[in-house]
Structure formats: structure tokens, C-alpha cells
């Protein structure tokens, strides 16, 4: 297995928590500070990968950092967004079926918010 590959890696949290899966970070994808971003949000992305209620493949991803994660194992939450209200017009303004996710990676044990991310989809 190659070190990106171990390092993406998640295992599903347990059925009490359906949407959430384990982690650990990687001393391969390490920089001064905490993990490379990319690294970070592949990771993430993957956890959508990984979800049951996945229609689609993603097409774009926004990541929005709020603390380097720590060294050690993290939780990432997946969680479809709803959607968004449409309001009744004569024309229709976006023509793209879109499966918003949010996401949260957490740091464990003390449950740090690092990040959060919203991705779209095309279903």
C-alpha cells in the first residue's frame, strides 16, 4: 500500500454514529505546523467517498481551515446538506442537479474543530 493510501485511510466510526468516520494523521504528509491542506482535504473527501448516501461523483470542493490538526487520530463527519429553497420563478436560474456535503474534521480526543468543507456533487 502506498503512504498516500495509508494516509487517507478511514474506518467507520460505529453504527451510533453513521456519518462519522476515524482517522489518523500521517508522518509522511507532514509539514512545520500539522498536515499538508491537501492532505487534509482529501481525506475529507474521501469520508464522502465512503457514504452511503453518496449520488454521483464530487466535482468541486471548498475547504475553509480553522486550526492545523493535531498529530494523532481524528474523526471526520460527512453529512449531506439540505437543499437549498427554491424560490418560484418563470425561468430557472441553475440548471445542475447539486448534492451539497458539509464536513468536519475533528481532532481526538478533545474533539478541536479544524476544518470544515462543503463539496458538490453532480447526481
Known amino acids: 500500500m502506498h503512504f498516500f493510501d495509508e494516509a487517507l485511510r478511514l474506518e467507520a466510526a460505529g453504527a451510533d454514529r453513521p456519518n462519522t468516520w476515524l482517522g489518523h494523521s500521517s508522518p509522511e504528509y507532514w509539514n512545520m505546523v500539522g498536515p499538508f491542506g491537501g492532505t487534509t482535504a482529501a481525506t475529507a473527501l474521501r469520508a464522502i467517498l465512503l457514504h452511503p448516501a453518496l449520488l454521483g461523483e464530487p466535482v468541486a470542493l471548498t475547504v475553509n481551515y480553522a486550526a492545523a490538526m493535531a498529530e494523532g ?32 474534521c ?10 470544515a468543507m462543503t463539496a458538490c456533487g453532480k447526481s
Do not use: D, I, K, Q
Not at 453529512?79 to 441553475?94: E, F, I
Not at 475533528?106 to 476544518?115: E, F, G, K, Y
Open 73 to 104: 487520530p481524528f474523526s471526520v463527519t460527512a453529512r449531506p446538506a439540505p437543499a437549498p429553497m427554491r424560490r418560484p420563478s418563470s425561468r430557472r436560474r441553475n440548471r445542475s442537479h447539486c448534492t451539497r456535503w458539509n464536513l468536519c
Open 106 to 115: 475533528r481532532t481526538l480526543p478533545a474533539l478541536r474543530n479544524t476544518s
